[in-house]
């Protein structure tokens, strides 16, 4: 096996990039996901508040609505930034879809690599920056990509400086 990786050294790896329609559910089931954490912790924390008799906290609509966003947008970014830096480079989404996000140079992303990209993904209309381009802003912006995860090439070369 260590021949076949000396071998790879040196060598121009390509990597396919990932369709617009697998983009497309990859954010289909990351939202999913998303909403799913903010429903259970939402109901997790409401719970807390309620037996600890902090009720009155559950009557005001606007800490709720302050809240319910603040939350939403944490767990957002928690969500891509702690997913795609400890499974180098995939969520729930590309973990199904088998794809990656990676540099353009095609190496894994550092932490501050994967908080960028989430952190871009707040831009308006980040979605949209896909229509007429096959990478959206928050690839651009953050120098990255998601290609296509066959798992032999991608699992050799994961430990390896690039």
């Known amino acids: ?27 289909l089931i990351d939202s999913i ?7 259970a912790l939402s109901t997790i924390f409401g719970a807390g508040l309620g037996f600890s008799g902090n009720v009155e906290v559950l009557e005001d609509e606007n800490t709720i609505t302050i809240f319910s966003y603040l ?8 969500y891509f930034s ?9 969520t729930v989404g590309k973990y199904i879809t088998k794809s990656r996000a990676l540099r353009e140079d095609g190496s894994i992303m550092s ?9 871009c993904r707040f ?14 802003w ?14 032999f090439l991608l699992s050799k070369i994961e430990g390896m400086e690039l």
């Open 1 to 27: 096996m260590k021949d076949t990786l000396d071998n790879l050294v040196g060598l121009e790896i390509k990597f396919r990039e990932s369709s617009k329609n697998k983009r497309f559910l990859n954010n």
């Open 138 to 151: 928050h690839d651009r912006f953050s120098k990255s990509m998601v290609v296509e995860d066959d798992g």
């Open 123 to 136: 831009i308006p209309f980040d979605r949209l920056s896909f229509v007429g381009s096959d990478r959206g």
């Open 111 to 119: 932490f501050s690599e994967c908080a960028l990209r989430s952190i």
């Open 33 to 39: 996901v998303h909403y799913l954490l903010v429903i």
């Open 71 to 78: 939350l939403s947008f944490l767990i957002y970014f928690l």
């Open 82 to 90: 702690v997913f795609e830096y400890y499974s180098k480079g995939k």
